[in-house]
């Protein structure tokens, strides 16, 4: 069945540094792919999405590119900030039901 | 402001009742979901529904109940059945063809 496999976490980063956590999907056709953050005691918030191959899903600062040869979809930002510390989740979902298929989540910690 | 909208933020009972828990969104949304989501782990799908008076059971059904006769609204019930129901719980809703869900803020349940 589909899959979503996230890098472990924690990942801690210092204020302005290269954020990448990656994100690889296991899955039959063209499926559309989304980043979610949580943020302590929250619920999820949308963060991107790419809904076909070669798409570029950006938003905050992030982005991440729909990647078909490698299926994957890794979340990247230039410069982070402490404000960014959070549970992010990389999620699949076919059109035939419209189930989102999850990632376990990774925690990223931003220390100033 | 459109959105989703859960209550309590935080419930305690005891072991043994069932405890409801509100789910009401404003969105026009057709498609309506309900998550838990343990310490530290990804999200599990527990009810799901695409149209009023229709729902399926997720991966994690057992010991929970639900019923949507309003589109706007989507409770889920803890039964006593449920043997480990301290969790957080995240409900969605999607709008009609598109594939991403929006959260509401979560309940945290406990039970001792």
């Known amino acids: 069945g589909d899959s979503v496999t996230q890098m472990e976490g924690p990942v801690t980063l210092s204020e302005e540094a290269f954020l990448t956590i990656n994100c690889t999907y296991t899955?039959?056709?063209?499926?559309?792919l989304f980043w979610y953050v949580q943020y302590p005691g929250e619920g999820l918030q949308l963060l991107l999405k790419a809904t076909k191959a070669d798409d570029k899903g950006s938003n905050k600062g992030f982005e991440a590119t729909y990647r078909k040869e490698t299926t994957s979809f890794h979340l990247e930002k230039g410069s982070v900030q402490v404000s960014d510390s959070a549970v992010y989740f990389c999620?699949?979902?076919?059109?035939?039901?419209?189930?989102?298929?999850w990632g376990a989540g990774t925690k990223l910690i931003i220390k100033p | 402001d459109g959105g989703i909208t859960q209550s309590p933020k935080y419930l305690f009972r005891k072991e043994g009742q069932n405890v409801t828990l509100s789910c009401e969104q404003n969105?026009?949304?057709?498609?309506m979901y309900w998550y838990r989501q343990d310490p530290g782990q990804g999200l599990r799908l527990i009810y799901y529904?695409?149209?009023?008076?229709?729902?399926q059971k997720g991966d994690i059904a057992e010991g929970y109940s639900v019923s949507r006769e309003k589109k706007e609204s989507f409770p889920l019930t803890v039964t006593s059945a449920q043997k480990n129901p301290t969790a957080f719980y995240l409900c969605?809703?999607?709008?009609?063809?598109?594939?991403?869900?929006?959260f509401g803020p979560g309940t945290r349940l406990t039970v001792t």
């Open positions: 969605a809703s999607r709008r009609g063809a598109a594939y991403e869900q929006y």
């Open positions: 899955a039959t056709g063209y499926p559309s």
């Open positions: 999620a699949l979902t076919h059109d035939s039901n419209y189930q989102l298929i």
């Open positions: 969105l026009n949304h057709d498609a």
């Open positions: 529904s695409q149209i009023v008076n229709d729902f």
